[in-house]
């Protein structure tokens, strides 16, 4: 079994970043780890997937203003979230879907941007 722990969440102002880790429980061959995010009354929606050392992909909606990493060997993700917005305000998740199909969830962190 396989935890993932969200941290690194909270209130900032419009303009602001905030840095949102995940903590892996151990390694894992992974073939997707990325972040979600679901606002109150929404689904939750794709923020960034990283699929590979070098390719990552980000919604629109925070594409230039946010930046998904990982250290493979600390077992960790990171999401950068830079010029945050009104809109951004939602429970992060993070995801890793393990090579043969198991996909896990972390328990969410709760980012709100407001004045």
């Known amino acids: 079994q396989v935890q993932l722990v969200e941290s690194g969440g909270g209130l900032v102002q419009p303009g602001g970043s905030l840095r949102l880790s995940c903590a892996i429980s151990?390694?894992?061959?992974?073939?997707?780890r990325g972040w979600y995010r679901q606002a109150p009354g929404k689904e939750r929606e794709l923020v960034a997937s990283?699929?590979?050392?070098?390719?990552?992909n980000y919604a629109d909606a925070v594409k230039g203003r946010f930046t998904a990493s990982r250290d493979n060997a600390k077992n960790m993700l990171y999401l950068q979230m830079n010029s945050l917005k009104p809109e951004d305000t939602a429970v992060y998740y993070c995801r890793v879907v393990e090579v043969g199909g198991k996909d896990y969830w972390g328990q969410g962190t709760q980012v709100t941007v407001s004045s």
């Open positions: 990283i699929t590979s050392a070098t390719t990552t």
């Open positions: 151990r390694s894992i061959f992974s073939i997707n």
